[in-house]
């Protein structure tokens, strides 16, 4: 009897390892796999000499240096620009402190695609309103900057990116005992040399990491790169694997092309995180501490409120000059026209709502592709997190792996992954379906889902449990009343953190829509790219407006979990 | 009842044994404590006997059921051995309010609504939380928390209750209250409970009789509190107990010497040619300036003295060995022995244990 | 002259005066600790010495050099003040090794090579770090860490030397260790010593002078012994060590009663100042009473712990509780017997005092 019940413990732990192995092993390996295999495997042997051939190609070759261009030159400036003003909101006496450091996060929140969308709209060459208004008013021969060029793509990218550093480095300088660097104060050091010696070097771990997060983030990018980029010529890796494969339809060539570019992808983001990792495990000091008061804080005197001026002015122009030309164009009769309000109107918002049978599906495949997705990835996540945080049995450490592959493969390696498992080539058709799209979109998120997930299992301690099973619970009553109601936060947090950045999807539909299954993200950009300019705009600003407000949702729903 | 018998247990992590055939019997209705430095082993002989392990070899009996077996597999879940456990870090349900908690045991027991409700209210003044059963466990304090938990262990009556260093993140008022909560509980319920910690203070307030382990899961002694403090069975148990002096002595002829001086002790204690270690706390020295009526006394001197309010703390020096010695201060007033640093004095000891000078598990002197 | 000196200093947060016009002279090579409860303004004045914080009232000197004023509307910056400061959480940098940690105060200074590698390397030795010099301090027991801020602190050979509770996160067993270690480096360098600490057997073992302070007023300044001896008040008296409070009430002939029923012999009357004062508090200490068959009262044992070297008694009389500790070889009631209480030092306070 007793033996029996041990066993029943047993075939269910084994049969939610089982299905979680399955789970992962299908979404995220086979594709992974495949591509793999489609790169060193041809003709039945492993043939390094053609990836090299392909790797020579001036196209590939342009496209692989863009991408390292482009990443370098999008960390580097994001590192600067989110590190400054961290210090600044964390350890200066900078007016209304709190309010700018929401400020600085807003840009999170906003698809660099859209933004990239905007700043044509302002600075392309020709039509681009800041270049016509110095051109027209005051007279000026040439565009004043060209927004199709690497330094446009990269101040776009640092633009949208730099919060990951920003981040970080807050959250580091917040938690410092500030006790280190009063003991420096009392060793003789002014606050120069304090920032210099003490604060940078200890945060330098926080630096590192957000940049690396973002050198990741960006060389896998596509969205601006496609707005800004192509238009001159100019490609990195997945915007070449996009038009490889969607202009020559299914060529063994393209696929080629396309299998060993998503592989440099794969083991560059592998390397990078491998990298992030080293510098957490050896950089990250013990130098949070119990008993705190203030940190030091610089007074900047006479430039306190000239750098608000600053920030108030960087806010401006990175985020609400776009977001207004967003919204400003969509309402507009044609591209081109001034904005004053005889030619401004609600019509096209009208339209694209109510009328135009494109953007009325694209908007409903979003909402649909979005809350399937969340919805599935997070019940997924919450089982395969709880195996490898809470379970005891054999096997987990294969699981472990697994769970490790989502955070990288980078969406357009996702993409190309998708097409080739489900195209019929393994007895599954979904290619032109809206299907693929939520499998690729399973597999993309599932990253986020584990660490939510995972995180708020690590936060339900053994003993918890154990205290439900002394209280006479089973294993499926612990579960139910206790882990499942205690992961609550988490599990929703995962939705959240899936349903948002699904509704403005690019890298992966793009690659995977038919011309009923495009979503808000593909049609926005096809939209651009046929010329529509004002209805994509207008699509754009219908998108923000989404997001907006269910970010606002989220704030509201988090801050009643934390209060 | 809720006897329990551990029959030759041994249980191992990867390469690291942590039990070895263990034995131990414990009796119904005994408050016991389970008492070693960390890592011995004790937290996980409480966890095998409710059920969240395994063990490797032998058997536990609870009462008459045999609820793990080694050799035939047996193994009976937690849920089903009837017992109550609480944990260190109270493992209180932070979704769940003092009375969820506590009813929770009862729900599963499938009671009916009414009874639970009388259960729990019961429980609830049991451990003097009445009024609080609507408050969420993060609205309560670490020493309340601990009592919610006491609740939810009690609340199903079981014959036996585990408690797993219960009160190490109390601070040290509440965890004296405690003690004495858990002590009243046990005698009222006629329960027995098995107490593991590290702090030989608790186990000698709480317990009926108390196993002392070491670091490598042996088990060194079992007896009452007054037993294993005044007839420590080596010295280990005599160092794990509280500050230990020992200070080492030979054997000539028939004298025995400390450094070059005699100790004044009873015949036969130290033997001629043997090398012994004499054992004893700081409160068993007696410390003056003088011998009182020429009686025999090691002479010593004074290295430091601290005042600590209600005891001074003397480091003395005896021909290279140093010893500990503490006098409560208004002993010290009212009869002259505040020493200062560098003062000579004269020793005589209570009470003395004997231990073999090649016993490695001592520590050396307690300074 | 007395070295550091502390005049009407007043620091307020708010509306809260965290400290209240304390005056304060400490000599030259004295160990001086300010023992409180939390929030009572110790580690304010301490960080007002250093420089952290500024004042809002009076001034503070040392040495004859000012360094805050208020009304002279001077201030000078920590990192001016030439002090050692140790600090709870350790406050070692861990980017830099054990030795740069120790030589960072002595580059700043700008000293030359060879007087760096001097310093650093006497700091070094007194403190026993010599052999980890080159070690990353995140390698160090919370124990070695403190010796590296112990050693950081002592490289530019201050006079004063500012500690805000520098063993509170140490095991206890270290802690002892470590309040000797203290002491020895006073002793070989000379230094004064500010010592910041809620825990009253460490101000005791270690101090020259204590000042108790409760709600930023001082309530005592004097030796260990005497702060234990002769308590100016019944808070310093409950700080120190365990207490007991018996409520009495004073007799019009000059004796007491336990709460109206039990009269108190005259061996324990209360002191002529305090009859007039309304309800007194009668205080002891458990380990200063004795049983004895002609005791001022008796009580009844309610509880009684064997604790190891002491037995902890818990009577009740006259519904009053009271706490005995007595050495485990002194025989002593059992639980329900009742027993005549000697109170070998009695203290007498006002209630509400």
Not at chain 2, 93 to 116: I, M, T
Not at chain 2, 264 to 280: I, N, S, T
């Amino acid at each position: 009897m007793s033996a029996l019940a041990k066993k029943n413990d047993l075939d269910a732990a084994h049969f939610i390892l089982g299905l979680s192995i399955a789970i992962l092993v299908i979404v995220v390996a086979v594709p992974v796999l495949l591509i793999f295999l489609n790169a060193f495997w041809a003709e039945g042997k492993f043939n390094i000499v053609d990836v090299f051939a392909v790797l020579r190609e001036p196209d590939t070759y342009q496209a692989l240096l863009n991408s390292l261009i482009i990443a370098s030159g999008t960390t580097l400036g994001s590192t600067v620009v989110g590190t400054f003003f961290a210090w600044l909101v964390t350890r200066t006496d900078l007016p209304f402190k709190k309010f700018m450091r929401g400020m600085f996060l807003v840009p999170f929140m906003l698809p660099s695609f859209i933004g990239a969308l905007a700043w044509k709209m302002l600075l392309s060459p020709r039509a681009g309103y800041i270049n016509r208004l110095f051109m027209d008013v005051f007279g000026l021969e040439a565009p004043v900057f060209n927004i199709y060029s690497y330094l446009g793509i990269v101040a776009v990218e640092v633009m949208y990116l730099f919060p990951f550093v920003f981040i970080q480095v807050c959250g580091a300088l917040e938690r410092m005992d500030p006790t280190l660097e009063e003991a420096a104060r009392i060793s003789g050091a002014g606050l120069f040399t304090i920032t210099r010696r003490i604060t940078i070097p200890l945060v330098l771990p926080s630096i590192l990491s957000g940049a690396l997060l973002i050198m990741l983030y960006s060389m896998a990018h596509f969205g601006t790169v496609a707005v800004l980029g192509i238009e001159n010529g100019i490609y990195n890796i997945p915007t070449l694997i996009y038009e490889r494969i969607h202009q020559s339809a299914g060529s063994f060539a393209s696929i080629r092309t396309g299998t060993v570019l998503a592989s440099v992808l794969v083991i560059s983001a592998a390397f990078i995180i491998w990298l992030q990792g080293k510098v957490l495990g050896r950089g990250r000091y013990q130098i949070i501490a119990g008993k705190s008061f203030r940190p030091v804080e610089l007074k900047l005197r006479a430039l306190r409120w000239p750098m608000l001026g600053f920030c108030v002015l960087y806010i401006g122009v990175t985020i609400v000059l776009p977001t207004a030309v967003i919204f400003l164009v969509g309402g507009l009769k044609t591209y081109g026209l001034p904005f004053v309000s005889e030619n401004l109107s609600l019509a096209n918002y009208k339209f694209i709502l109510f009328e135009y049978q494109v953007t009325k599906d694209a908007i409903l495949n979003s909402v649909t592709l979005g809350l399937a997705a969340a919805f599935i990835t997070m019940f997924a996540g919450v089982m395969i997190s709880y195996v490898i945080v809470k379970m005891k049995v054999r096997g987990k450490g294969f699981l472990e792996f697994l769970g490790m592959l989502p955070f990288s493969v980078p969406g357009s390696v996702i993409a190309l992954g998708v097409i080739l498992a489900w195209s019929g080539k393994y007895g599954v058709n979904l290619y032109n379906t809206v299907w693929i799209i939520l499998v690729a979109y399973i597999a993309r998120y599932m990253a986020f889902s584990l660490k939510a997930n995972s995180a708020a299992l690590e936060q339900v301690h053994d003993s918890l449990m154990e205290a439900a099973r002394a209280c006479g619970a089973g294993m499926w009553q612990t579960l139910r009343d206790i882990v499942l109601p205690l992961v609550r936060p988490g599990m929703l947090a995962a939705f959240f953190l899936i349903f948002l950045p699904s509704l403005r999807e690019l890298t992966v539909s793009i690659m995977l829509y038919a011309p009923t299954t495009r979503t808000i993200g593909v049609a926005i950009y096809t939209l651009n790219e046929d010329g529509e300019t004002v209805f994509s705009a207008a699509l754009a600003g219908i998108a923000l407006l989404l997001i907006i407000t269910g970010q606002t949702i989220i704030n509201r729903v988090s801050a009643k979990y934390q209060g | 009842m809720a006897t329990i018998l551990v029959e030759s247990v041994s249980k191992r992590y990867g390469k690291h044994q942590v039990l070895d055939y263990f034995s131990l019997r414990i009796e119904h209705g005994e408050c016991f404590t389970l008492l070693g430095p960390s890592g011995c082993g004790k937290t996980v002989l409480l966890r095998l006997i409710a059920g969240f392990e395994t063990p490797d070899s032998g058997a536990i009996r609870i009462g008459e059921t045999v609820v793990a077996r080694a050799d035939n597999g047996t193994h009976l879940p937690p849920e089903r051995r009837g017992l109550g456990v609480v944990f260190q870090d109270y493992a209180v349900w932070p979704h769940l309010s003092v009375f969820d908690n506590v009813a929770y045991p009862l729900k599963l027991a499938g009671l009916p609504k009414q009874s639970v409700r009388d259960r729990v209210l019961e429980s609830v003044a049991l451990v003097n939380m009445t009024g609080l059963e609507n408050r969420l466990p993060s609205e309560l304090s670490g020493g309340q928390q601990q009592r919610v938990a006491l609740a939810r262990a009690l609340v199903a009556r079981p014959a036996l209750l585990l408690l797993d260093e219960p009160l190490s993140n109390l601070d040290a008022n509440l965890r004296e209250e405690m003690r004495f909560e858990i002590r009243e509980l046990q005698r009222k319920l006629d329960i027995t409970v098995l107490y593991v910690t590290h702090d030989q203070e608790i186990a000698l307030a709480l317990s009926d009789r108390l196993a002392i382990l070491d670091e490598n899961g042996i088990l060194r002694q079992t007896g009452t509190p007054p037993e294993i403090f005044e007839h420590p069975a080596d010295l280990f148990v005599f160092n794990f107990m509280g500050v230990a002096n020992l200070l080492p002595a030979r054997g000539e002829g028939k004298a025995c010497l400390v450094g070059r001086q005699i100790f004044p002790v009873e015949p036969g204690a130290c033997p001629d040619g043997a090398r012994r270690l004499a054992g004893f706390r700081p409160s068993d020295v007696l410390i003056d300036r003088e011998s009182p009526d020429g009686a025999p006394c090691l002479r010593g001197t004074v290295r430091r003295a601290s005042f600590l309010g209600p005891v001074m703390d003397y480091l003395i020096d005896v021909d290279g060995n140093t010893l500990r010695a503490s006098v409560d201060t208004h002993e010290a007033l009212d009869r002259d022995r505040m020493f200062r640093e560098g003062d000579p004095c004269v020793l005589r000891f209570r009470n003395l244990h004997w231990f073999d000078a090649s016993d490695t598990a001592g520590k050396g002197a307690g300074a | 002259m007395s070295y550091v000196r502390l005049t009407n200093v007043t620091k307020r947060f708010g509306r809260v005066t965290a400290v209240n016009s304390l005056n304060l002279a400490i000599e030259k090579g004295e160990c001086f600790s300010m023992l409180g409860p939390s929030g009572c303004g110790k580690t304010t004045t301490l960080r007002m010495v250093a420089g952290f914080e500024d004042l809002d009232e009076g001034e503070i000197r040392v040495g004859g050099r000012l360094l805050s004023s208020r009304t002279r509307n001077f201030y000078l910056p920590p990192e001016k003040r030439d002090f050692g400061m140790v600090f709870q959480a350790f406050a070692v940098w861990p980017h830099l090794s054990v030795y740069e940690n120790v030589a960072f105060p002595l580059r700043i200074r700008k000293l030359s090579a060879a007087e760096i590698a001097a310093r650093t390397q006497d700091a070094l030795t007194s403190t026993n770090l010599l052999k980890s010099a080159q070690d990353s301090p995140e390698n160090l027991s919370g124990g070695g860490k403190q010796r590296v801020a112990l050693a950081r602190a002592l490289a530019i050979n201050p006079d004063v030397m500012l500690l805000d509770e520098p063993l509170s996160s140490l095991d206890p067993h270290l802690r002892e260790e470590m309040r000797f270690e203290i002491k020895d480096l006073q002793r070989k360098y000379g230094f004064s010593i500010i010592y910041v600490t809620h825990d009253q057997s460490e101000a005791m073992a270690l101090s020259d002078r204590i000042l108790v302070m409760k709600q930023g007023v001082v309530q005592q300044i004097d030796s260990p012994l005497n702060i234990y001896n002769k308590p100016a008040n019944k808070f310093v008296f409950s700080f120190i060590g365990l207490h007991n409070f018996l409520s009495v009430n004073p007799l019009p002939d000059g004796t007491a009663s336990l709460d109206g029923q039990r009269p108190l012999p005259e061996a324990l009357a209360p002191p002529g100042e305090l009859r007039d004062a309304g309800p007194l508090s009668l205080a002891t200490r458990p380990s200063e009473i004795d049983f004895s068959t002609e005791g001022h009262f008796t009580a009844t044992v309610t509880r009684k712990s064997f604790l190891g070297e002491i037995v902890d008694y818990q009577l009740t009389a006259g519904g009053q509780e009271l706490r005995i500790q007595k050495n485990r070889r002194v025989p002593g009631p059992e639980v329900g017997e009742t027993c005549g209480v000697l109170l070998l030092k009695p203290y007498w306070f006002g209630e509400n005092a």
